[in-house]
Protein backbone atom coordinates (compact mmCIF):
# COMPACT_ATOMS: atom_id res chain seq x y z
CA UNK A 1 0.00 0.00 0.00
CA UNK A 2 0.79 3.51 0.14
CA UNK A 3 1.37 5.97 2.80
CA UNK A 4 2.45 9.33 3.34
CA UNK A 5 2.90 10.88 6.54
CA UNK A 6 3.59 14.69 7.66
CA UNK A 7 2.93 16.52 10.84
CA UNK A 8 -0.42 18.60 10.60
CA UNK A 9 0.91 22.06 11.44
CA UNK A 10 4.21 23.41 13.29
CA UNK A 11 5.05 27.34 13.79
CA UNK A 12 7.77 29.25 13.73
CA UNK A 13 9.16 32.51 14.59
CA UNK A 14 10.25 35.11 11.46
CA UNK A 15 13.71 34.97 10.94
CA UNK A 16 13.98 31.69 12.06
CA UNK A 17 14.82 27.89 10.83
CA UNK A 18 12.22 25.20 10.40
CA UNK A 19 12.33 21.39 8.98
CA UNK A 20 8.95 19.72 7.72
CA UNK A 21 9.25 16.07 7.64
CA UNK A 22 8.24 13.33 5.77
CA UNK A 23 7.67 9.58 5.79
CA UNK A 24 6.18 6.98 3.23
CA UNK A 25 5.87 4.11 2.11
CA UNK A 26 4.83 3.09 -1.43
CA UNK A 27 5.91 -0.10 -4.06
CA UNK A 28 6.84 2.22 -7.24
CA UNK A 29 8.97 5.49 -5.80
CA UNK A 30 10.07 7.50 -8.16
CA UNK A 31 10.83 10.77 -6.48
CA UNK A 32 9.68 12.86 -3.76
CA UNK A 33 8.19 16.55 -4.53
CA UNK A 34 7.33 19.03 -1.87
CA UNK A 35 5.23 22.08 -2.85
CA UNK A 36 4.10 24.57 -1.16
CA UNK A 37 0.05 25.85 -0.92
CA UNK A 38 -1.40 29.42 0.23
CA UNK A 39 -4.79 29.49 0.99
CA UNK A 40 -7.65 29.26 -1.62
CA UNK A 41 -4.87 28.77 -4.20
CA UNK A 42 -3.01 26.23 -6.28
CA UNK A 43 -0.11 24.05 -4.77
CA UNK A 44 3.31 25.53 -6.74
CA UNK A 45 5.98 23.52 -7.00
CA UNK A 46 9.18 23.96 -4.37
CA UNK A 47 11.60 20.91 -4.88
CA UNK A 48 11.93 17.56 -6.32
CA UNK A 49 14.04 15.08 -5.20
CA UNK A 50 15.13 11.43 -6.82
CA UNK A 51 18.49 10.35 -5.36
CA UNK A 52 19.94 10.56 -2.13
CA UNK A 53 21.04 13.84 -0.22
CA UNK A 54 19.95 17.03 -0.21
CA UNK A 55 18.96 19.54 -2.87
CA UNK A 56 19.56 23.31 -2.13
CA UNK A 57 17.40 26.08 -4.13
CA UNK A 58 17.94 29.64 -2.47
CA UNK A 59 16.08 29.32 1.25
CA UNK A 60 14.39 26.29 1.01
CA UNK A 61 16.34 22.73 1.07
CA UNK A 62 14.75 19.16 0.45
CA UNK A 63 16.41 15.81 1.50
CA UNK A 64 16.00 12.41 0.71
CA UNK A 65 16.71 9.07 2.11
CA UNK A 66 14.93 6.69 -0.24
CA UNK A 67 16.12 3.39 2.66
CA UNK A 68 14.58 5.10 5.50
CA UNK A 69 11.48 6.13 3.49
CA UNK A 70 12.28 9.59 4.70
CA UNK A 71 12.37 13.58 3.52
CA UNK A 72 12.78 16.97 4.91
CA UNK A 73 11.80 20.22 3.74
CA UNK A 74 14.24 22.48 5.33
CA UNK A 75 13.24 26.93 5.34
CA UNK A 76 15.87 29.13 6.25
CA UNK A 77 15.56 32.85 6.88
CA UNK A 78 11.56 32.42 7.70
CA UNK A 79 9.27 35.00 6.38
CA UNK A 80 5.81 36.07 7.26
CA UNK A 81 5.05 35.02 3.24
CA UNK A 82 6.05 31.28 4.17
CA UNK A 83 3.09 31.07 6.49
CA UNK A 84 1.22 28.00 3.74
CA UNK A 85 0.08 24.13 3.89
CA UNK A 86 3.79 22.48 2.50
CA UNK A 87 2.67 18.90 1.09
CA UNK A 88 5.00 16.47 0.37
CA UNK A 89 3.96 14.13 -2.62
CA UNK A 90 5.81 10.84 -3.79
CA UNK A 91 5.74 9.74 -7.42
CA UNK A 92 4.66 5.95 -7.51
CA UNK A 93 5.19 4.15 -10.96
CA UNK A 94 4.01 0.80 -9.67
CA UNK A 95 0.84 -0.33 -11.66
CA UNK A 96 3.26 -0.40 -15.12
CA UNK A 97 1.51 3.94 -15.24
CA UNK A 98 3.39 6.48 -16.15
CA UNK A 99 3.77 7.60 -12.78
CA UNK A 100 1.29 9.18 -10.28
CA UNK A 101 1.42 11.48 -7.36
CA UNK A 102 0.30 10.38 -3.63
CA UNK A 103 0.23 13.94 -1.67
CA UNK A 104 0.68 13.69 2.17
CA UNK A 105 -2.35 15.77 3.85
CA UNK A 106 0.11 18.43 4.33
CA UNK A 107 1.41 20.21 7.18
CA UNK A 108 0.64 24.05 7.89
CA UNK A 109 3.09 26.20 8.90
CA UNK A 110 2.53 29.46 10.54
CA UNK A 111 5.23 32.08 11.00
CA UNK A 112 5.00 34.65 13.92
CA UNK A 113 6.64 37.89 13.99
CA UNK B 1 5.13 29.12 -18.21
CA UNK B 2 2.67 26.07 -18.59
CA UNK B 3 -0.92 27.30 -17.83
CA UNK B 4 -3.35 25.26 -16.26
CA UNK B 5 -6.76 27.07 -16.83
CA UNK B 6 -10.00 25.62 -14.56
CA UNK B 7 -13.00 26.72 -16.19
CA UNK B 8 -14.66 28.08 -13.14
CA UNK B 9 -13.44 29.13 -9.84
CA UNK B 10 -16.70 28.69 -7.85
CA UNK B 11 -19.83 26.41 -8.29
CA UNK B 12 -23.25 26.12 -6.72
CA UNK B 13 -24.46 22.73 -7.63
CA UNK B 14 -27.68 21.12 -6.81
CA UNK B 15 -28.01 17.53 -5.27
CA UNK B 16 -28.54 15.34 -8.35
CA UNK B 17 -27.36 17.56 -10.97
CA UNK B 18 -24.87 16.61 -13.69
CA UNK B 19 -21.71 18.99 -13.32
CA UNK B 20 -18.91 19.34 -15.70
CA UNK B 21 -15.65 20.86 -14.14
CA UNK B 22 -13.51 21.68 -17.31
CA UNK B 23 -9.87 21.84 -17.36
CA UNK B 24 -7.52 22.80 -20.47
CA UNK B 25 -3.55 22.89 -20.56
CA UNK B 26 -1.80 24.85 -23.23
CA UNK B 27 1.95 23.02 -22.84
CA UNK B 28 1.05 19.57 -24.99
CA UNK B 29 1.24 17.79 -21.88
CA UNK B 30 0.62 13.71 -21.89
CA UNK B 31 -0.60 13.36 -18.22
CA UNK B 32 -3.34 14.95 -16.83
CA UNK B 33 -4.82 14.73 -13.35
CA UNK B 34 -8.04 15.50 -11.17
CA UNK B 35 -7.60 15.78 -7.73
CA UNK B 36 -10.04 16.75 -4.95
CA UNK B 37 -8.84 18.37 -2.03
CA UNK B 38 -10.25 18.41 1.88
CA UNK B 39 -9.33 19.40 5.15
CA UNK B 40 -7.40 16.60 6.90
CA UNK B 41 -7.40 14.67 3.92
CA UNK B 42 -5.11 16.57 1.43
CA UNK B 43 -5.13 15.62 -2.18
CA UNK B 44 -6.71 12.41 -3.24
CA UNK B 45 -6.56 11.41 -7.09
CA UNK B 46 -9.77 10.89 -8.65
CA UNK B 47 -8.61 10.15 -12.53
CA UNK B 48 -6.02 10.63 -14.03
CA UNK B 49 -5.33 10.38 -18.03
CA UNK B 50 -2.19 9.80 -19.90
CA UNK B 51 -2.94 9.88 -23.82
CA UNK B 52 -6.14 11.12 -25.56
CA UNK B 53 -9.26 8.89 -24.74
CA UNK B 54 -7.02 6.89 -22.40
CA UNK B 55 -8.61 7.19 -18.45
CA UNK B 56 -7.32 5.38 -15.52
CA UNK B 57 -9.13 5.66 -11.97
CA UNK B 58 -7.51 6.84 -9.12
CA UNK B 59 -8.37 6.36 -5.19
CA UNK B 60 -11.42 8.01 -5.01
CA UNK B 61 -13.38 7.27 -8.84
CA UNK B 62 -16.71 6.48 -7.29
CA UNK B 63 -19.50 8.66 -8.59
CA UNK B 64 -17.29 10.63 -11.38
CA UNK B 65 -16.24 9.95 -14.69
CA UNK B 66 -13.70 11.73 -17.05
CA UNK B 67 -13.60 12.57 -20.89
CA UNK B 68 -10.34 13.04 -22.70
CA UNK B 69 -11.51 14.03 -26.65
CA UNK B 70 -8.23 16.47 -27.26
CA UNK B 71 -4.83 15.98 -25.89
CA UNK B 72 -5.54 19.90 -24.22
CA UNK B 73 -8.57 19.09 -22.21
CA UNK B 74 -9.94 16.87 -19.23
CA UNK B 75 -13.01 16.96 -17.69
CA UNK B 76 -13.95 15.74 -14.96
CA UNK B 77 -18.11 14.65 -14.61
CA UNK B 78 -20.12 14.17 -11.46
CA UNK B 79 -22.96 11.74 -12.83
CA UNK B 80 -25.37 12.68 -10.27
CA UNK B 81 -24.07 15.00 -7.24
CA UNK B 82 -24.48 14.78 -3.89
CA UNK B 83 -23.65 16.83 -0.62
CA UNK B 84 -20.18 14.74 0.04
CA UNK B 85 -18.91 15.76 -3.00
CA UNK B 86 -18.12 19.54 -1.97
CA UNK B 87 -15.01 20.00 -2.00
CA UNK B 88 -12.07 21.99 -3.84
CA UNK B 89 -11.30 19.79 -7.03
CA UNK B 90 -7.88 20.45 -8.64
CA UNK B 91 -6.36 19.82 -12.18
CA UNK B 92 -2.87 18.73 -13.24
CA UNK B 93 -0.71 18.36 -15.84
CA UNK B 94 2.54 17.01 -16.56
CA UNK B 95 4.68 15.91 -19.07
CA UNK B 96 7.29 14.29 -16.60
CA UNK B 97 7.93 14.05 -13.13
CA UNK B 98 6.73 17.76 -12.18
CA UNK B 99 3.08 18.67 -12.20
CA UNK B 100 1.59 22.04 -13.20
CA UNK B 101 -1.72 22.27 -10.95
CA UNK B 102 -4.58 24.39 -11.85
CA UNK B 103 -6.28 27.59 -9.16
CA UNK B 104 -8.85 24.99 -8.58
CA UNK B 105 -12.70 24.78 -8.55
CA UNK B 106 -14.47 24.97 -5.06
CA UNK B 107 -17.73 23.31 -5.50
CA UNK B 108 -20.36 23.32 -3.54
CA UNK B 109 -23.33 20.93 -3.58
CA UNK B 110 -26.80 21.67 -2.03
Known amino acids: GQNIDQPTEMTATEGAIVQINCTYQTSGFNGLFWYQQHAGEAPTFLSY????GLEEKGRFSSFLSRSKGYSYLLLKELQMKDSASYLC??????????????FGQGTTLQVKP | DVKVTQSSRYLVKRTGEKVFLECVQDMDHENMFWYRQDPGLGLRLIYFSYDVKMKEKGDIPEGYSVSREKKERFSLILESASTNQTSMYLC?????????FGSGTRLTVV
Open chain 1, 49 to 52: NVLD
Open chain 2, 92 to 100: ASSLGAGYT
Open chain 1, 89 to 102: AVRDVSSGNTGKLI
